[in-house]
C-alpha cells in the first residue's frame, strides 16, 4: 500500500474528547497491515541513521515506536503518564490542545550520551513532543527530532520544539 493511501485510512472524530476538538483516530491505520507496514517503514526512514533509541509517547506512540524500533534495530524508552513508573528519571508538566498533562522518563530508559527520536502519532500543540525532549534532555541524552505520522498545522506545535527538527508524514 502507498503512504498516501495508508493516511487515508486515518478517521476524524468531531467534538472528541470534548467538543470543538476534531479527534484523528489511527485505529483504522493500526488495523491495516499494508496501511501500518507503509507508515511503519516512511517514520522509519525520517528518523534518520544517527540515532541511538527511540522515545515513545504513551500511548499511541508506544505502538508506532515498538514497530519502528523492531526495523530499524533501536531499542525504545516509554515515556508514561504519573503513576504508572516504579523509578521515574524526570517529569514534566505541560498544556496541550484541551488542557494539561503530565510525562515521565523511566529512570535509567535512556544514557547520557545516547541521541533519541521523540516518536508519536500527531504533533498538535507541542507540548507533549517539548515535554518529551524535555525529558531526554534532562536524562543527558540529545534529542534528534520528532517523528510523527499527522501534524496539525494551525496549531503551531512546531513553533514550541526550539529547532528540533519535525517530520510528519501528512500536515493537515
Not at 507508515?39 to 508506544?62: M, T, Y
Not at 504508572?84 to 510525562?103: F, H, I, M, N, Q
Not at 515535554?131 to 527530532?145: F, Y
Request: glycine share 12%.
Amino acid at each position: 500500500m502507498k503512504l498516501d493511501e495508508a493516511l487515508d485510512l486515518v478517521a476524524e472524530v468531531p467534538d472528541f474528547p470534548e467538543p470543538g476538538v476534531l479527534f484523528r483516530d489511527l485505529t483504522p491505520l493500526f488495523g491495516s497491515a499494508a496501511g501500518f507496514a507503509a507508515v511503519v517503514d516512511a517514520l522509519g526512514e525520517v528518523i534518520g541513521d544517527r540515532v541511538d533509541r527511540l522515545a515513545a509517547v504513551e500511548a499511541r506512540g508506544f505502538v508506532l515506536a515498538a514497530a519502528v524500533g523492531y526495523a530499524r534495530g533501536l531499542g525504545v524508552a516509554l515515556v508514561r503518564k504519573p503513576g504508572k513508573l516504579p523509578s521515574v528519571a524526570g517529569r514534566v508538566d505541560y498544556a496541550l490542545e484541551y488542557g494539561t498533562a503530565t510525562l515521565e522518563l523511566p529512570a535509567g530508559s535512556v544514557a547520557g550520551d545516547e541521541r533519541v527520536a521523540v516518536v508519536d502519532d500527531v504533533l498538535a500543540t507541542g507540548g507533549t513532543a517539548a515535554a518529551t525532549a524535555e525529558l531526554i534532555r534532562g536524562a543527558g541524552a540529545e534529542p534528534t527530532g520528532v517523528a510523527v505520522v499527522l501534524e496539525l498545522a494551525a496549531l503551531g506545535g512546531r513553533a514550541r520544539l526550539a529547532g528540533l527538527p519535525v517530520h510528519a508524514l501528512r500536515t493537515l
